[in-house]
């Protein structure tokens, strides 16, 4: 198993993994081309030989440049249970630097509840659920997306000289 950035070619194939997974709003391709292409330095391929297994499309907040804002998040259903997207999280986090993370879990997605919650137990940071965006700017079968707020998070130097104390 591989991960790295992804180039504007990936678009594709990530919109081909996300469409497998009902549960996740399916974009255009464009979009996800244009997501690995401009916000590469920010999401992660996970390949098992060339088959791609996992994807993590995120970008850095605009306004809050220590933050990472994952937008979607995706494991092959074969891969999942072994820790791969937590893996995609630390190493997003790794090549950003960020010491922030904030996402939107849908109420009933309780796999993604579950893996932000395990993944700021995982690296002792706290977790704040914030409004987000509300049903009602969406279309009408569409649920509430409460924002998620993990921080902050040790970075690796950080780490280092806490080890080395
Ligand atoms: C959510 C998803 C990315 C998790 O991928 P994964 O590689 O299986 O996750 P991990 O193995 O890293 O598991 C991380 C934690 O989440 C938990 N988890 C994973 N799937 C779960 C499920 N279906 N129900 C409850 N908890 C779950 C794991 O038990 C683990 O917790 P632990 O550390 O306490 O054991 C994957 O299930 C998926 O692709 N789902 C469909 C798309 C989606 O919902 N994406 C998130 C919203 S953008």
Request: charged share 20%; glycine share 6%.
């Amino acid at each position: 198993m591989t991960m790295r950035p992804p180039s504007p070619q990936d678009g594709r194939e990530v919109w081909q993994l996300v469409k497998q997974s009902p549960v996740l709003d399916l974009n255009s391709t464009y979009h996800y081309i244009l997501m690995c292409d401009y916000f590469r330095d920010s999401c992660v391929l996970a390949h098992h030989g060339t088959q791609l297994i996992g994807a993590l499309i995120a970008f850095k907040h605009p306004r809050q440049r220590e933050t990472l804002f994952v937008w979607q998040i995706v494991v092959d259903p074969v891969a999942r249970g072994r820790g791969l997207a937590g893996r995609m999280i630390d190493l997003a986090i790794q090549q950003t630097g960020c010491t922030w993370l904030e996402t939107t879990v849908s109420p009933s997605n309780h796999a993604s509840r579950h893996l932000f919650e395990s993944w700021a137990q995982h690296h002792s940071a706290k977790l704040t659920d914030a409004e987000g965006y509300p049903a009602a700017w969406f279309k009408s079968t569409h649920e509430h997306e409460p924002l998620l707020r993990i921080g902050p998070i040790a970075t690796q130097a950080k780490k280092q000289q806490g080890a080395e104390k």
